[in-house]
Protein backbone atom coordinates (compact mmCIF):
# COMPACT_ATOMS: atom_id res chain seq x y z
CA UNK A 1 0.00 0.00 0.00
CA UNK A 2 1.03 3.63 -0.99
CA UNK A 3 0.10 7.19 0.33
CA UNK A 4 1.02 10.44 -0.77
CA UNK A 5 0.58 13.47 1.18
CA UNK A 6 0.09 16.83 -0.05
CA UNK A 7 1.81 19.42 1.11
CA UNK A 8 0.89 23.51 0.32
CA UNK A 9 -1.14 26.39 1.40
CA UNK A 10 -4.29 27.02 -0.11
CA UNK A 11 -4.02 27.69 -4.44
CA UNK A 12 -0.19 25.52 -4.40
CA UNK A 13 -1.83 22.93 -6.64
CA UNK A 14 -2.24 20.18 -4.46
CA UNK A 15 -5.71 18.84 -5.21
CA UNK A 16 -4.79 19.81 -8.97
CA UNK A 17 -1.43 17.43 -8.84
CA UNK A 18 -3.45 14.95 -6.70
CA UNK A 19 -5.85 14.51 -9.37
CA UNK A 20 -3.19 14.24 -12.06
CA UNK A 21 -1.57 11.53 -9.36
CA UNK A 22 -4.35 9.46 -9.02
CA UNK A 23 -5.13 9.29 -12.39
CA UNK A 24 -1.82 7.38 -13.09
CA UNK A 25 -2.47 5.31 -10.17
CA UNK A 26 -5.44 4.08 -11.52
CA UNK A 27 -3.89 3.36 -14.98
CA UNK A 28 -1.19 1.34 -13.10
CA UNK A 29 -3.90 -0.62 -11.51
CA UNK A 30 -4.20 0.71 -8.18
CA UNK A 31 -7.55 1.23 -6.07
CA UNK A 32 -7.37 4.52 -5.20
CA UNK A 33 -8.49 6.29 -1.71
CA UNK A 34 -8.92 9.82 -1.57
CA UNK A 35 -9.13 11.55 1.57
CA UNK A 36 -9.41 15.79 1.99
CA UNK A 37 -10.45 17.90 4.81
CA UNK A 38 -12.04 19.71 2.46
CA UNK A 39 -14.22 16.96 1.35
CA UNK A 40 -15.32 16.52 4.73
CA UNK A 41 -16.43 20.35 5.44
CA UNK A 42 -18.77 19.71 2.11
CA UNK A 43 -19.95 16.78 3.44
CA UNK A 44 -20.98 18.25 6.75
CA UNK A 45 -21.92 21.94 6.10
CA UNK A 46 -22.48 21.86 2.36
CA UNK A 47 -19.29 23.90 1.72
CA UNK A 48 -15.91 23.32 1.95
CA UNK A 49 -15.30 26.79 2.33
CA UNK A 50 -16.96 26.46 6.36
CA UNK A 51 -14.51 25.50 8.82
CA UNK A 52 -17.33 24.54 11.12
CA UNK A 53 -16.04 22.29 13.97
CA UNK A 54 -12.49 21.15 13.43
CA UNK A 55 -12.31 18.70 15.75
CA UNK A 56 -15.26 17.10 14.26
CA UNK A 57 -13.62 17.32 10.50
CA UNK A 58 -10.36 16.20 11.75
CA UNK A 59 -11.71 13.20 13.80
CA UNK A 60 -13.54 12.15 10.51
CA UNK A 61 -10.56 12.51 8.46
CA UNK A 62 -8.18 10.45 10.54
CA UNK A 63 -11.16 7.83 11.12
CA UNK A 64 -11.18 7.75 7.08
CA UNK A 65 -7.25 7.19 6.95
CA UNK A 66 -7.22 4.67 9.63
CA UNK A 67 -10.04 2.78 8.09
CA UNK A 68 -8.73 2.98 4.37
CA UNK A 69 -5.69 1.48 5.37
CA UNK A 70 -6.79 -1.44 7.51
CA UNK A 71 -9.90 -2.51 5.09
CA UNK A 72 -8.36 -1.48 1.45
CA UNK A 73 -5.74 -4.35 -0.22
CA UNK A 74 -3.08 -4.17 -0.51
CA UNK A 75 -2.55 -2.62 -3.89
CA UNK A 76 -4.37 0.49 -2.81
CA UNK A 77 -2.72 4.14 -3.33
CA UNK A 78 -4.23 6.58 -0.63
CA UNK A 79 -3.72 10.52 -1.36
CA UNK A 80 -4.10 12.98 1.56
CA UNK A 81 -5.00 16.10 -0.02
CA UNK A 82 -4.56 18.46 3.16
CA UNK A 83 -2.73 22.05 3.86
CA UNK A 84 -0.30 20.41 6.71
CA UNK A 85 1.57 23.19 6.36
CA UNK A 86 3.19 22.91 9.67
CA UNK A 87 5.00 19.77 12.12
CA UNK A 88 2.25 19.68 14.56
CA UNK A 89 -0.31 19.54 11.43
CA UNK A 90 1.41 16.47 9.85
CA UNK A 91 2.12 14.67 13.29
CA UNK A 92 -1.47 13.05 13.70
CA UNK A 93 -0.96 11.53 9.97
CA UNK A 94 2.23 10.28 10.48
CA UNK A 95 1.65 8.88 13.72
CA UNK A 96 -1.40 6.53 11.88
CA UNK A 97 1.08 5.71 9.10
CA UNK A 98 3.59 4.97 11.59
CA UNK A 99 0.76 2.93 13.53
CA UNK A 100 0.00 0.88 10.55
CA UNK A 101 3.14 -0.54 9.28
CA UNK A 102 4.31 -2.97 7.45
CA UNK A 103 1.15 -2.58 5.52
CA UNK A 104 2.06 0.96 4.65
CA UNK A 105 4.52 0.34 2.56
CA UNK A 106 5.78 3.42 1.14
CA UNK A 107 4.90 7.40 1.69
CA UNK A 108 5.41 9.87 -0.49
CA UNK A 109 5.61 13.43 0.82
CA UNK A 110 5.09 16.08 -2.20
CA UNK A 111 5.36 19.78 -1.01
CA UNK A 112 4.15 22.32 -3.16
CA UNK A 113 6.04 25.20 -3.24
CA UNK A 114 4.39 27.91 -5.22
CA UNK A 115 4.95 31.77 -4.59
CA UNK A 116 2.34 33.11 -2.52
CA UNK A 117 1.54 35.23 -5.60
CA UNK A 118 0.52 32.59 -8.04
CA UNK A 119 -1.56 31.43 -4.41
CA UNK A 120 -3.44 34.79 -4.06
CA UNK A 121 -4.11 35.06 -7.99
CA UNK A 122 -5.64 31.16 -7.70
CA UNK A 123 -7.86 32.12 -4.91
CA UNK A 124 -9.72 35.29 -6.77
CA UNK A 125 -10.53 32.50 -9.41
CA UNK A 126 -12.20 30.18 -7.13
CA UNK A 127 -15.98 29.83 -5.70
CA UNK A 128 -14.15 29.15 -2.24
CA UNK A 129 -11.78 31.66 -1.30
CA UNK A 130 -9.23 31.84 1.43
CA UNK A 131 -8.60 35.72 2.42
CA UNK A 132 -5.36 37.04 1.48
CA UNK A 133 -3.97 37.65 4.74
CA UNK A 134 -4.46 33.49 5.57
CA UNK A 135 -2.85 32.92 2.88
CA UNK A 136 0.76 35.39 3.81
CA UNK A 137 0.49 33.54 6.76
CA UNK A 138 0.36 30.17 6.08
CA UNK A 139 2.80 30.82 3.75
CA UNK A 140 5.50 32.58 6.21
CA UNK A 141 4.29 29.41 8.44
CA UNK A 142 5.07 26.86 6.21
CA UNK A 143 7.71 23.98 8.03
CA UNK A 144 9.31 21.89 4.93
CA UNK A 145 9.31 17.72 5.85
CA UNK A 146 12.31 16.49 7.77
CA UNK A 147 12.94 13.35 8.01
CA UNK A 148 12.88 12.92 11.96
CA UNK A 149 9.09 13.61 11.65
CA UNK A 150 8.94 9.88 10.28
CA UNK A 151 11.42 8.41 12.58
CA UNK A 152 11.69 4.47 11.95
CA UNK A 153 9.60 4.41 8.65
CA UNK A 154 12.06 3.43 5.84
CA UNK A 155 10.03 3.64 3.01
CA UNK A 156 10.18 7.66 2.55
CA UNK A 157 10.29 9.56 -0.70
CA UNK A 158 10.27 13.36 -0.43
CA UNK A 159 9.75 15.40 -3.09
CA UNK A 160 9.40 19.48 -3.88
CA UNK A 161 7.13 20.73 -6.65
CA UNK A 162 8.72 24.40 -7.05
CA UNK A 163 6.51 26.51 -9.43
CA UNK A 164 7.09 30.15 -10.86
Not at 12 to 39: C, P, Q, W
Not at 52 to 79: H, M, N
Request: with cysteine; charged share 30%; hydrophobic share 35%.
Amino acid sequence: MNVTLMIGIPGSGKSTEAEHLMRNARNMGFFVEYISADKIREELYGDASIQGDGGKVFSIFYSRLSRAIEGKPDQTWIFIDNTSVSRKARKDIFKILIDHQPKVGLIELIEMHTPVEICIERQSNRDRKVPEDVIRRMHSNFKSFERDELDGFSGIISRRIYES
